[in-house]
Structure formats: C-alpha cells, structure tokens
C-alpha cells in the first residue's frame, strides 16, 4: 500500500537524531525554537505526494502521527508559531524528529494513519482508549447437536456467525431470548459429553436436553434452522410456523404443547420488543453520533443487522479539550474501523473533515461500497436523535461519577484486558474455623464504590444444599466456593434471566489461587454460564501482600507494579470480602455458642427457656429432670412440662 520516501526511510528502518545531544546550532535556543529548526531541517527533502508523518520525542515515543494530501505544505503549517494554538506549540517544542512515510494516495495515507494511531497511541492524537473486539453468536458444529454460543475472536471455528453485537449484554439478552425460542445447548462440548442428567437450563425450559437423549438429531436440527433463519431476518415466517403449530396442538387439546410453543413465540418477541428505535430500511448499518460538553465527547455506536438493533456502546475518546467535535469525531471513525468490518452504510450525527475521503479509505477497506450518510430529516435522522440522546445521557453520567473511581475502574479493564470497565465486580471469599461453621461471603463495587446493600452471606450446607452432588469435607475450600458460586448463580438464573436487573456481575474476583478458580469456572460451566470475566488473587511468595498473582482462565498469572493503583485497588476489594467473610463466620459461631437443646423442644419460647434455665442451671439439669420438678418450674404448665419430659427421653 505504501513506499518509503526515497530520502526518508520508513518509520521502522529510520535513524533517528541522538536524543541527548542538540545540535550545535541549537545549543542554548529555546525549545519551540529548536523544534522548528527540527521540522525546517527535514522540509528540504519532504515530498509534496501524499503520506503518514510522525513527530517523535527525545525519548523516541511518537507525539503525534497525521496524513497529508502534500507532506511538505502540511509539515510546512507547523514552523509558523503565531498561527499555532498552544497545544501545537507545546508538541513542535517536544519534537526531536520527524519520520515519514510516502503513499501513492491521500486514502492509502488516512489508512496508515488509522493503523499508526492504534499502534502508537502517541500523546497528541486523538485515541480511541476502549477498543476491544465485538462480540458475535455463533451457532457452532458441523454434527448432529449444534451449539448456541457467544463468540469473540478470529472467526476461524466452523459455523454461522451473526453480528457483530455492540457489548456482552447485548448478546446475553440475546442468546437468553433464543434459548427459550429455540432450546438449543449452550454448554461446552466437554460439559455435553460428560452430562448425566439434565441441567438446570433444561428444567427452566432453556435446553432441549440433547445431551440425554430428550430430542431426536431430526427435530433438533430443525430447531437449529430456525434460528438461523431468525437471525438472519426471518422472523416472520418462523413465528407465523409457530403459531399455526400452537393453534393446532390447542385444536387437539393438548395444551402442555401449545403452552411450550407459546413460550417460544413470547421468547421471539421479546427479543424484536427491545427495538427501541424503528428500523424501517435499515437492513446493515451503524448509527454513530457524538455530543460534547465539559471538554469531553461521548460517541455512541448503534449496530443494525438485518434490520436488528444489535445493542449500542458509549465510547469516551481521549482528546484535547480545545478539539472541535467533528475532528474528534473523524478521528473516531478512522481507528474504530481500523480493525473491524464495516457495513454499507454509516449514519452520523454530524459531518466530518473529508467525508468523502473517508468513505472512500473506508471502501478500499471493507472490499465493497460503504457510505456515510448524515441525514437531514425523516427516519434516518429520528433514529440519530435517539442517539444523540443517548449520548448526552452517556456523557451526563460519565461527569457525575466519581473520577478516581471511574479510574480505577478503567486501569482493571486495563490491567486485565477487560471488554470494558466493570460496572458491578463481585468478590467472593470463605471462612471457616477447621471446617465447621463453613461462610461465603459476596462483597460488591462499583461506579460508585462499595454496594454494602448488595453483599451476600452463605450459610455452606454441604450435601444438605440443594445444588451439591457430594458432602463436602471439613475445610474443603473448593467445594464450598462451588456451593456458593452454584447457589448464586443458579439464583440469578431463575431471578434475573435477562440480565436486566443490574444483578449480574461483569467481574467476579475470588480470594485465593487457581484451584479456587477452576472450582469456580466448574460451578458456572454446570449451570451453563460461561461468558462472565472471572480472576483469582493469590499473596505472593511468603504471602506478602504487594506481590500478589492474579489468575485468569487459559491465561498465565499476572502481577502488578507494587505501587500500581489498581494494585491497591484490588487488595482493598479482596480485603473487604475477607473481612466480611471472617465477620459472617464469626456471627454464626457466636450464636451456635449461644444455641442451646431447648431450643429443639417444640413450644419453648426465650421466657420459658430463661426460666428453665435459671430454675434448674443448665440444659443438661433440665434434661435430667423428672415431670414433676419440671412443673415446679414458674411459667411452666403441666402440659409444656409433659412434652420437655418426652423430648429428653422420647428414646428412654
């Protein structure tokens, strides 16, 4: 796509000027001064065809990376200082080098542009800083029992991909709505094969259970075909199918049936009801508008597949206050797409510089036509104020958090390599004195810090509790996280089926190492969730705190710089759960201390008890006492005085 200047090499093989030493003519002269001098020297061998250039500091870091139609005339507006702002200023003043490189076209140049931002993020630019990969639903497998999947990555497994969706939520709500439409697996394929007895996805009417046999290869493979069809903008046609259906098994008087399919339409129509923006004549296409305020600029993104609205996502680009918001908003379009298919047509809120260069860089891109309309009046624009809208909400909200919080926040998605920053992280913890009185404790944080409303304490039951397969040992910490990740999940499951409430966690962080999270990823993975960010913090070497590792699934294990905020941040959070796991076990301890036998004897309430008590001392004392001594007893009736008797010696 591009060649190196003849007289200037490309970025990679470039000598750069030694950073330590300033030439002997621009000894002693002032910094803006000497980084005029800097950009003059280079002048005289800039070409006036089209290219990348970069500006590049003592420490050789890139300050700033632009595109020209005429390398020389745009280089050539920097070394006039009356007609710079100051922050253009402060960047020549920093400026040691210039490297370049010559495209053959001004397109070719804003593409390499794009590339170079994203790669270097130099300083200067404009950066787009929550870039992570969208993802998609893949119906996956090429054999009998297909699988319903969120996917994220290279999209190199065999299957059908439908997307791309504008966050997880987005596809969780719709993966939940296909599940009950269609009953297709979600679960693993090791999972599938291991199964013994349905999930509990099958008793909520979620699965169809082909992993038992409760559906032959046939009628699952045509579920698999509707859904397809679904999600390629079908609907109708499935849902009028399944309504003849529903009549005709009413007609028969089988309304187990028609109740099941009835189901399945009110799944499918869920799924258009949240089309909270009408869609007519929007078959592929993204919705981008931006607002400003306070010095900063919400972009909201709108995905539209086959006539869908596939979710929406706030991004927050860094930039200079100063910058005007349709610069920003170029910028913003040029490194969003830099990495990520584009559709035919883009809507935007507002024009920006070279639209139609864009468009075109664009195309050259995506391999077909792809335009980028800002529509004036009728539909199109109702739908671009309704992102406005969002935008100016997005931004209001993002001005009225807590700004350190919010950063730290950011510096876990950061930090972790996060989709984006944790809007609700759960952290998990167990305590327990060698094995009795077993606790979990849930702590919660979020935008606004710690959600002491929403911690959670667990009683762990063992064999007792409705999801455990198997005693747990005393002092098992691995099966009681499973117990107590199994209980809330299954909860959330049965409570919060779409993911709308705000009751599910976008992280969740457990004290201990990694057997602490493979026991976790196992309670989850049997309840067929298997899309929600998972980490373990393990103390380091002689379980000094600052040396702490964090696992995460199928990664290595990670430590933070000792003094790295989100470092403390994250001890504080663990700290928290072990605190109020400790506390929770603590309570419980003291009051199966202050429990008592009495307490067992049916109709002894805390007066009679007190009375039993100081008449005869102990609980033993009332247990050894005869029918008559215990109706000596004030308050004690000759009938309360009969059942205590056969209580203590019913076996007697």
Not at 375 to 396: F, M, S, T, V, Y
Not at 460 to 465: D, M
Not at 516 to 543: H, S, T
């Amino acid at each position: 796509m591009a060649k190196a200047n003849k007289d200037i090499a490309p970025p990679e093989l470039l000598a750069k000027d030694d950073p330590g030493a300033p030439r002997p003519s621009e000894a002693g002269v002032a910094p803006l001064a000497r980084g005029i001098a800097v950009l003059r020297r280079h002048l005289r061998t800039l070409p006036t065809s089209p290219g990348v250039y970069r500006m590049v500091d003592r420490r050789g870091d890139a300050l700033y990376v632009g595109k020209a139609k005429s390398l020389r005339k745009r280089v050539t507006s920097y070394t006039t200082p009356s007609k710079l702002p100051h922050r253009l200023q402060r960047m020549v003043a920093e400026t040691v080098t210039l490297e370049v490189v010559r495209t053959h076209t001004e397109v070719e140049a804003l593409l390499l542009e794009s590339n170079l931002i994203k790669r270097l993020r130099p300083r200067y630019n404009v950066l787009l800083r929550d870039d992570k990969s969208f993802p998609y639903i893949l119906i996956a497998g090429d054999g009998d029992w297909a699988r319903l999947m969120k996917y994220r990555g290279a999209r190199s497994a065999p299957g059908d991909y439908f997307g791309p969706f504008a966050s997880a939520g987005a596809v969780n709500r719709t993966l939940t709505a296909l599940q009950r439409a269609f009953l297709l697996r979600s679960c693993s394929d090791s999972v599938f094969a291991s199964r013994t007895r349905p999930c509990l996805l099958y008793q909520i009417k979620r699965c169809s259970g082909p992993c038992v046999g409760r559906i032959e290869p046939a009628a699952y493979a045509a579920l698999v075909g509707q859904a397809r069809d679904f999600l390629r903008g079908r609907t109708q046609a499935i849902q009028r199918a399944l309504a003849e259906r529903m009549q005709a098994a009413s007609d028969a008087l089988e309304f187990e049936a028609a109740a099941a399919i009835r189901d399945r339409i009110r799944a499918l129509t869920a799924v258009q009801a949240r089309q909270d923006i009408n869609t007519a004549g929007l078959d592929e296409a993204d919705v981008i508008a931006a607002h400003q305020d306070g010095g900063q600029v919400c972009v909201q993104v709108f995905f539209f597949r086959s006539g869908r609205n596939y979710g929406n996502r706030a991004y927050f680009p860094r930039h200079d206050r100063a910058d005007a918001l349709e610069d920003v908003l170029g910028a913003f379009i040029g490194q969003f797409y830099d990495n990520k298919p584009t559709p035919k047509l883009v809507l935007l809120s507002d024009r920006v510089p070279d639209q139609g260069l864009m468009a075109e860089a664009l195309t050259v891109r995506a391999g077909r036509k792809v335009r980028l309309v800002r529509p004036e009046r009728g539909e199109k624009r109702k739908i671009i104020d309704h992102a406005l809208l969002n935008a100016r909400e997005a931004l209001g909200r993002r001005l009225a958090e807590s700004a350190s919080q919010r950063r730290l926040l950011e510096g876990v998605a950061d930090a972790f390599d996060l989709e984006a920053a944790p809007q609700r992280i759960e952290v998990y913890d167990n305590s327990h004195t060698g094995g009795s009185q077993p606790y979990g404790g849930m702590i919660v944080a979020g935008p606004d810090g710690l959600m002491k409303s929403a911690y959670r304490k667990f009683s762990i039951k063992g064999a007792k509790a409705r999801e455990a397969v198997a005693p747990i040992a005393p002092g098992d910490d691995y099966a009681m996280m499973r117990e107590v990740l199994g209980r809330r999940f299954a909860r959330a499951i049965k409570e919060d089926p779409e993911r709308d409430r705000g009751l599910w966690p976008d992280l969740i962080v457990l004290d201990g190492g990694l057997g602490q999270l493979n026991a976790a990823r196992k309670a989850l993975a049997d309840l067929g969730v298997e899309d929600v960010e998972m980490m373990a913090i393990a103390k380091g070497p002689e379980r000094n705190a600052g040396r702490e590792r964090f696992f995460r699934p199928d990664r290595p294990p990670k430590s933070l710089e000792p003094r790295d905020p989100v470092l403390y941040f994250m001890q504080r959070l663990r700290d928290e759960a072990h605190r109020f796991a400790i506390g929770t076990h603590r309570a419980g301890r003291s009051k199966a201390l202050g429990r008592s036998t009495l307490d067992e004897v049916p109709g002894i309430g805390a007066r009679r008890k007190r009375a039993l008590l100081h008449h005869f001392g102990s609980a033993r004392g009332v247990a050894q006492a005869g029918l008559g001594d215990l109706e000596a007893v004030a308050g004690i009736s000759g009938t309360v005085a009969k059942k205590i008797y056969d209580h203590f010696h019913e076996d007697g």
